[in-house]
Nanobody
Framework: QVQLVESGGGSVQAGGSLTLSCAASGDMNRRACMAWFRQAPGQEREGVAA????????YYTDSVRGRFTISKDNAKNTVYLQINSLKLGDTAMYYCAGRTQPWCGLNVQYNYWGQGTQVTVSS
């Protein structure tokens, strides 16, 4: 049973930073494309960042490029999302997701999901 457990969310003022973590069970992190999605109330879930299994390729949605950085530590089975220059529009539940099929990116289907961690940005 694959488990993804997110942590690191919280309430932050605009302009601040957060680092989200996603701990994966087993060797999931090493063999999977991993991604972060977010969903704000009343909005559709959107993919914000993805990283290939070996960490070589990274993908970002345009609205976060330059502010978000995805990384992974396969030895720790953990994926990170560094969020800088937080904006009010970044307020959302952030979800970690994993995919073991070929191809990685933000427009592919993910078959493993965490429970989410809330990020709230205030002015």
């Amino acid at each position: 049973q694959v488990q993804l457990v997110e942590s690191g969310g919280g309430s932050v003022q605009a302009g601040g930073s957060l680092t989200l973590s996603c701990a994966a069970s087993g060797d999931m992190n090493r063999r999977a494309c991993m991604a972060w999605f977010r969903q704000a109330p009343g909005q559709e879930r959107e993919g914000v960042a993805a990283i290939s299994s070996d960490g070589t390729y990274k993908y970002y949605t345009d609205s976060v490029r330059g502010r978000f950085t995805i990384s992974k530590d396969n030895a720790k089975n953990t994926v990170y999302l560094q969020i800088n220059s937080l904006k009010l529009g970044d307020t959302a539940m952030y979800y970690c997701a994993g995919r073991t099929q070929p191809w990685c990116g933000l427009n592919v289907q993910y078959n493993y999901w965490g429970q989410g961690t809330q990020v709230t940005v205030s002015s």
